[in-house]
């Protein structure tokens, strides 16, 4: 979780419902170890993008898809496809299967839009285009979107490298009005230096979730099974697992919110940690590069209160609640306490698929894309899936949902509590879809398809960030921060106890970038409060100095940035964060790592740099 820094609050809490589902899937005995990494070899993956070959090797549902007839012309050459453009009802669609290498740093899909319409509307999106890349949808785009012209449109799928998937545009439109969706030079090429090899000391490695959950009709309890998949990356013979039930934090050991039973695949051990730490012992020690499958009966009971776990009336907000693998490091396993002053999550990015079955009167956002199912009699079934994120968050009550997409192509929804007003919801989005675009410009494409916030002013902690979903006020500022940690902690993780500047100070610091504000001179305000305070202390330390952690990891921490920009210059700064981020890109970053990063992007010696700002490791 992350306090906003602008709030007087010592810190966000918000409680994720801990829900340790560890599934540990067995590799076959020759597979090779995660540490061997693919060699890179940049390519481009779309054929005929341009559509000047013909029409093979797409797939369009009419002969008049691709075409080079007159109403429309092309971005470059003279054919193009035209999708809709009839002005009744009608689907266009328009498909090939694309192998994307594995090995690269990145996989980027771009394409030429134009978009002209006959609606008049400003704020209904009657006729929409789907961009999808195998289940996933990565944008949607309406008319009101039009434009006069074309404009390149750029996304990551850098999580689907390694698979042969269907790239697929659907254009539908209603009974009146025409828009056309023309498209042209298509590409979707892999980039950037070789993907690092896994780090060997950081397991288990690669999770794969599947949950299924069913609640109640008021949506605060949700009970279900849980599995887990996992690798072995260690030289080291693993034995054990721990599965971390964060949100028994916010009960007690003998009323846990969060129980765990039935585990197959191993043996439950003792809890500990606060009941937060539940012991997996293996039916037989898990060689390097092996993996295995655990599962567990799950229960989940949402508490009141307007919290990261908890309920506001009859809207449940429902974060760190499934069941997470910890981390065994070169430190040892992290089991280190919840925290309600910041966050203490660490883990490694995983792929979820959960289905959540709710009465159908509760709107249901959730990390990852989601698609709505009939479900028993007045029930809808939600399945959301997402690659590589490090954590699993959802809500559930009769939200008001307001949808847009920002001008790179992300689908943007905002929910909302009752009490907030439609013009607040409204901005809040478009702060959303004008955050989510600026943060990307700088560290990388936004990679999780569709982002959700959930809007509520009774949230104490001001907002919390989860992957592709998160919690805020009606608060430009806060909503800013909360979706650059899509990017510093999300995408570029960290161990959020030991280390919580590497999230908070780096997305304040992004925060001030996207909306112009340059930290001048904030350096000059700095006062510490003893020779222990360091901008790299951990939470065990802010626990202790609770008033101070704002202030310095927050404040402090994206100061320092500032006066590192200016010490190496604008242009190194912008390439270091990029290219920091892009090594980094469903990794772990460390001090150590980013200190050694920005000394090589520069000729000045950093020494006195990190001591005068206290930024130890």
């Given at each position: 979780?992350?306090k906003?820094?602008?709030?007087?609050?010592?810190?966000r809490v918000?409680?994720?419902?801990?829900l340790?589902?560890v599934?540990?899937?067995?590799?076959?005995?020759?597979a090779?170890p995660?540490?061997?990494?693919a060699a890179?070899?940049?390519?481009?993956v779309?054929?005929?993008?341009?559509f000047?070959s013909g029409?093979?090797?797409?797939?369009?549902?009419?002969?008049?898809?691709?075409?080079s007839r007159?109403?429309?012309?092309?971005?470059g050459?003279?054919s193009?496809?035209?999708?809709?453009?009839?002005?009744?009802?009608?689907t266009?669609?328009l498909?090939?299967?694309?192998?994307?290498?594995?090995?690269?740093?990145?996989?980027?899909l771009?394409?030429?839009?134009?978009?002209?319409?006959?609606?008049t509307?400003?704020s209904?999106?009657?006729?929409?285009?789907?961009?999808?890349?195998?289940?996933?949808t990565l944008?949607?785009?309406s008319?009101?979107?039009?434009a006069t012209?074309?404009?390149q449109?750029?996304?990551?799928v850098?999580?689907f490298a390694?698979?042969?998937?269907?790239?697929?545009?659907?254009?539908?439109?209603?009974?009146?009005?025409?828009?056309?969706?023309?498209?042209?030079?298509i590409?979707?090429?892999?980039?950037?230096?070789?993907a690092p090899?896994a780090d060997?000391?950081r397991?288990?490695?690669?999770p794969?979730y599947?949950?299924?959950?069913?609640s109640d009709?008021a949506?605060?309890?949700w009970?279900?099974?849980e599995?887990?998949?996992?690798?072995?990356?260690?030289?080291t013979?693993?034995s054990e697992v721990?599965l971390?039930?964060?949100?028994?934090?916010?009960g007690?050991?003998?009323?846990?919110p969060?129980?765990v039973?039935n585990?197959?695949?191993g043996?439950?051990?003792a809890?500990?940690v606060?009941?937060t730490?539940?012991?997996?012992?293996?039916?037989?020690?898990?060689?390097?590069g092996?993996?295995?499958?655990?599962?567990f009966?799950l229960?989940?009971?949402?508490?009141?209160?307007a919290?990261?776990?908890?309920?506001d009336g009859?809207?449940s907000?429902i974060g760190?609640?499934?069941?997470?693998l910890?981390?065994k490091?070169?430190?040892?396993?992290h089991?280190?306490?919840y925290?309600?002053?910041?966050?203490?999550f660490?883990?490694?990015?995983?792929d979820?698929?959960?289905?959540?079955?709710?009465?159908?009167?509760?709107?249901?956002?959730?990390?990852?894309?989601?698609?709505d199912?009939?479900g028993?009699?007045?029930?809808t079934?939600t399945?959301?899936?997402?690659s590589?994120?490090?954590d699993f968050?959802w809500?559930a009550?009769?939200f008001?949902?307001?949808?847009?997409?920002?001008?790179?192509?992300?689908a943007?929804?905002v929910y909302?509590?009752?009490?907030?007003s439609?013009s607040d919801?409204?901005s809040?989005?478009?702060?959303a879809k004008?955050a989510v675009?600026?943060?990307?410009?700088r560290?990388?494409?936004?990679?999780?398809?569709e982002l959700?916030?959930v809007i509520d002013?009774?949230?104490?902690?001001?907002?919390?960030?989860?992957?592709?979903?998160?919690l805020?006020?009606?608060?430009?500022?806060?909503?800013t921060h909360?979706i650059?940690?899509?990017?510093?902690?999300?995408i570029?993780?960290?161990?959020e106890?030991?280390s919580?500047?590497l999230d908070e100070?780096?997305?304040d610091y992004a925060?001030d970038?996207?909306l112009?504000?340059t930290?001048?001179?904030c350096w000059?305000?700095?006062?510490?409060?003893s020779?222990?305070?360091?901008i790299?202390?951990s939470?065990?330390?802010?626990?202790a100095h609770s008033?101070?952690?704002?202030?310095?990891?927050?404040?402090?921490?994206?100061?320092?940035l500032?006066?590192?920009?200016?010490?190496?210059g604008?242009?190194?700064?912008t390439?270091?964060?990029?290219?920091?981020?892009?090594s980094h890109?469903?990794g772990v970053?460390?001090?150590?790592?980013?200190k050694?990063?920005a000394?090589a992007?520069?000729?000045?010696?950093l020494?006195?740099?990190w001591?005068?700002?206290?930024?130890?490791?």
């Amino acid at each position: 979780m992350r306090k906003t820094p602008h709030r007087s609050i010592a810190a966000r809490v918000l409680a994720v419902a801990a829900l340790a589902a560890v599934a540990l899937p067995a590799l076959p005995a020759s597979a090779a170890p995660p540490s061997a990494a693919a060699a890179c070899t940049p390519a481009q993956v779309v054929g005929n993008g341009g559509f000047e070959s013909g029409t093979s090797p797409w797939t369009q549902s009419s002969t008049s898809v691709i075409t080079s007839r007159s109403g429309q012309s092309a971005h470059g050459g003279t054919s193009f496809a035209w999708l809709d453009g009839v002005g009744s009802t009608h689907t266009d669609t328009l498909s090939q299967s694309v192998t994307i290498p594995s090995g690269c740093a990145k996989a980027t899909l771009t394409f030429w839009l134009h978009i002209d319409t006959a609606e008049t509307t400003s704020s209904t999106a009657y006729d929409k285009l789907t961009a999808k890349i195998g289940s996933t949808t990565l944008a949607t785009y309406s008319n009101l979107n039009k434009a006069t012209g074309y404009v390149q449109k750029s996304i990551d799928v850098s999580a689907f490298a390694g698979q042969t998937v269907s790239l697929a545009f659907t254009g539908t439109e209603d009974s009146s009005l025409q828009t056309s969706f023309v498209l042209d030079d298509i590409a979707l090429d892999t980039s950037g230096d070789t993907a690092p090899p896994a780090d060997s000391t950081r397991t288990p490695a690669a999770p794969s979730y599947t949950v299924s959950l069913s609640s109640d009709s008021a949506g605060t309890v949700w009970t279900g099974h849980e599995s887990a998949t996992f690798t072995n990356a260690s030289s080291t013979a693993l034995s054990e697992v721990y599965l971390r039930l964060w949100d028994n934090y916010h009960g007690t050991c003998s009323a846990m919110p969060i129980t765990v039973s039935n585990v197959s695949g191993g043996t439950a051990g003792a809890l500990s940690v606060g009941c937060t730490a539940l012991q997996i012992s293996l039916p037989a020690p898990l060689a390097q590069g092996q993996s295995a499958t655990i599962g567990f009966d799950l229960g989940i009971t949402v508490p009141s209160g307007a919290d990261r776990f908890g309920h506001d009336g009859a809207f449940s907000f429902i974060g760190n609640a499934l069941p997470v693998l910890a981390v065994k490091d070169g430190s040892g396993w992290h089991l280190d306490p919840y925290t309600n002053n910041g966050e203490s999550f660490y883990s490694l990015a995983a792929d979820f698929k959960v289905t959540l079955d709710h009465p159908s009167g509760l709107l249901v956002p959730a990390t990852g894309t989601s698609v709505d199912t009939p479900g028993s009699s007045g029930r809808t079934v939600t399945t959301a899936t997402a690659s590589n994120v490090r954590d699993f968050a959802w809500a559930a009550g009769p939200f008001s949902k307001i949808s847009g997409t920002s001008t790179a192509g992300t689908a943007i929804n905002v929910y909302s509590v009752s009490g907030i007003s439609s013009s607040d919801a409204q901005s809040m989005l478009s702060t959303a879809k004008t955050a989510v675009d600026a943060h990307a410009g700088r560290f990388g494409a936004y990679p999780y398809g569709e982002l959700d916030a959930v809007i509520d002013n009774n949230y104490w902690f001001g907002g919390m960030e989860y992957p592709g979903f998160v919690l805020d006020l009606v608060s430009t500022t806060a909503l800013t921060h909360e979706i650059g940690h899509q990017w510093w902690y999300g995408i570029v993780g960290d161990d959020e106890y030991n280390s919580p500047w590497l999230d908070e100070a780096f997305t304040d610091y992004a925060t001030d970038l996207a909306l112009g504000k340059t930290g001048t001179s904030c350096w000059n305000s700095v006062s510490w409060a003893s020779t222990a305070e360091k901008i790299t202390n951990s939470m065990a330390y802010w626990d202790a100095h609770s008033s101070r952690y704002s202030t310095v990891v927050y404040g402090y921490g994206k100061c320092a940035l500032h006066d590192l920009r200016r010490l190496i210059g604008d242009t190194a700064m912008t390439k270091l964060l990029k290219d920091y981020a892009t090594s980094h890109w469903y990794g772990v970053s460390t001090t150590a790592e980013f200190k050694a990063a920005a000394q090589a992007a520069t000729t000045t010696d950093l020494t006195s740099f990190w001591s005068t700002h206290r930024i130890d490791g």
